[in-house]
Structures are given as structure tokens and as C-alpha cells.
């Protein structure tokens, strides 16, 4: 196993103020460890065809999942999206080719290959497609369910334009756990995620709860945001009381890392102390569990957020 230490995160000016050549923090210092299971992965994968957002996110975690929980992000309907977030790395246009009708049973294959126990399912943005992708998102979680009937699957899907048929699609193929990420406050959607909306996304999850209240759904629902993106204490608590409203059960909260120069700038270093304040705020206002760290991304550790029992709340 090769191991060096590497720095993440990119220079640039901020939102609000710019952050020139800010040095990053001691916690935000990863160990790159490239052990023969994420080969192994990294092999697989490319085989198969299939698109993580482990790789296309440049998610400072995939040595970590991939080497040592042998886990990993499916990216379904290709790996073009059609809106153009300022925090994200993946690839924006408008997809040339339309769905792929084998890639539920390769992906099925893989993760029966792989032995997972927890499977998670997000796409990229498909505007394009009159239903956002929500068949597709059902035709996935079926394969998987007929070839690892013992595997917990989770989605993060879009917002399906708000479409409450899409929503209703997929929750009818009983994913243990729904996820749509806010990623940030209301004020910052017009730079961070053009052509998205606040109160669209809030209200998809809203949906999903409702539907878990009323028993017609039986799984998790869960959110993520990014911290460091130019927001206030106070807009961010503001977001959480929003997450808590709507019926959300889970919460992830993460430090925002520009991908590259063309990104949005980081604002500020959240300290781990600071985040392990919004983790215990998010539970005080009843939400079942909170992942809450400079690291945390929303699949990171996502067998630990179902079950009957939800782990206890913690901070990386």
C-alpha cells in the first residue's frame, strides 16, 4: 500500500471576500492510501461502464470508501448534466445520447461483485428527459433489488423539476433511503445552483416526508449542505430549521472544496469544532442523525444511516 499525504481544496476569490492563496487547515489534510481494493474498484468500474461521483466530484474521500469500506457512488443516466452548479466538477451540456436501457443490470452485477450491503444511487441532472430520470431510477433499484435482495439501496436524485409524479415513481420502488441534497442557502442558489430553487428542492423532500408520515412510504429522508460557501451562522441555522420542517430525518454537513479555478471560491475554513455546533443545533430541532465534519459528504458512510436504530450523531 503507497501512502503521502495530500492537501485538498483550490485557490481563488470567494463569494464574498477572496481567499488569494489561503493556506488550508491542518484538518483538512487527507491520507492518500491507493491500496489494492481500490484498484480492484477503479478496475471494476471501468469495465462495467459505469460513472461514480466518487471520481467525477472529486470527492476527497474515494480512498478511503474505495480502499478500505469497498463502497462507492453509482452516477446513473451518463456523465453530462444539464444545469451548471458553481461547486461542482461534473461535466455540463446537453447529453447527446439518451438512456442506457443495460446500465440497472451492470450496475446490479457490480454491486453483487463488490458484496455491498448499502448501495448508493445519485445522477447527474437530466432536464432533458420529461421525467427528470425517475423511470430510470426505478428500472435501477428493481435490477438491484432481483440480484442483491439483501442490499440497503439509497438515492440521491434531482429535483425532477418538482415533479410529485417523479417523486411518487421512485418511492414506489421503496428505496431505504430518499435523499435530495439543499447543498446551501437560500440567498447563495443564484450562483451555486442556477436553475434550481430553494423552495423546489426543500419541497421535494417535504413530499417524501409527507408520504412517510402517511405510511405510504417506509424508508429514511435524508439532505446534505456545504458549509464555507459565503453563508452566515445565522442563514445556515435558518436552513436547518427549513430541513427540520420539511420532515427530514437525516442531515449531512460538509466544508465546500473548490474542484477547480473555474469554480466557485471557497469563503472560509469551517473549524471541526464549529461543525460539531450545527451537528448538535440539527439535533436539538429533533432531526434523527447528523454527519457533521470538514470531509463529510453525503453518501460518506451511508450504511451508518438506516436501520431501525439510527447511529449515534457524529462529527469527522
Not at 423539476?161 to 446551501?184: D, W
Request: aromatic share 6%; charged share 25%.
Amino acid at each position: 500500500m503507497s501512502e503521502s499525504l495530500i492537501q485538498i481544496g483550490a485557490e481563488g476569490g470567494g463569494l464574498a471576500r477572496p481567499m488569494g492563496r489561503s493556506p488550508k487547515p491542518e484538518w483538512l489534510k487527507i491520507k492518500l492510501k491507493t491500496s489494492p481494493r481500490y484498484h480492484q474498484i477503479k478496475n471494476l468500474l471501468q469495465a462495467q461502464h459505469l460513472n461514480t461521483v466518487c471520481e467525477e466530484a472529486r470527492c476527497p474521500n474515494i480512498y478511503e470508501c474505495w480502499g478500505e469500506y469497498g463502497t462507492a457512488t453509482f452516477m446513473i443516466l451518463g456523465d453530462i448534466c444539464t444545469r451548471q452548479c458553481g461547486f461542482c466538477a461534473v461535466k455540463t451540456g446537453r447529453p447527446e445520447a439518451g438512456v442506457d436501457p443495460d446500465e440497472p443490470r451492470r450496475l446490479a452485477e457490480t454491486v453483487s461483485v463488490m458484496g455491498l450491503r448499502h448501495a448508493v444511487i445519485t445522477s447527474v441532472d437530466r432536464d432533458d428527459l420529461p421525467d427528470g430520470g425517475a423511470q430510470h431510477f426505478v428500472e435501477v433499484i428493481e435490477a438491484l433489488r432481483d440480484l442483491n435482495p439483501d442490499t440497503a439501496v439509497e438515492v440521491l436524485t434531482p429535483d425532477f423539476r418538482g415533479s410529485a409524479k417523479s417523486l411518487e415513481m421512485v418511492l414506489r420502488a421503496r428505496p431505504e433511503v430518499f435523499a435530495h441534497n439543499m447543498e446551501t442557502v437560500p440567498r447563495l442558489y443564484g450562483v451555486a445552483r442556477p436553475g434550481s430553487r430553494y423552495d423546489r428542492s426543500l419541497g421535494l423532500l417535504s413530499g417524501a416526508a409527507d408520504r412517510l408520515r402517511s405510511g405510504e412510504y417506509s424508508g429514511r429522508v435524508k439532505t446534505g449542505i456545504m458549509v464555507g460557501l459565503g453563508e452566515s451562522t445565522a442563514e445556515l441555522h435558518q436552513t436547518i430549521q427549513d430541513i427540520a420542517g420539511a420532515g427530514v430525518e437525516i442531515l449531512t454537513i460538509g466544508q465546500y472544496l473548490q474542484p477547480t479555478t473555474d469554480h466557485l471560491a471557497v469563503d472560509r475554513w469551517v473549524h471541526p469544532d464549529e461543525f460539531a455546533r450545527y451537528r448538535e443545533f440539527a439535533l436539538s430541532l429533533g432531526l434523527r442523525h447528523c454527519e457533521a465534519g470538514p470531509l463529510v459528504r453525503s453518501s460518506y458512510r451511508a450504511h451508518e444511516h438506516v436501520g431501525s436504530e439510527l447511529a449515534p450523531a457524529t462529527s469527522i
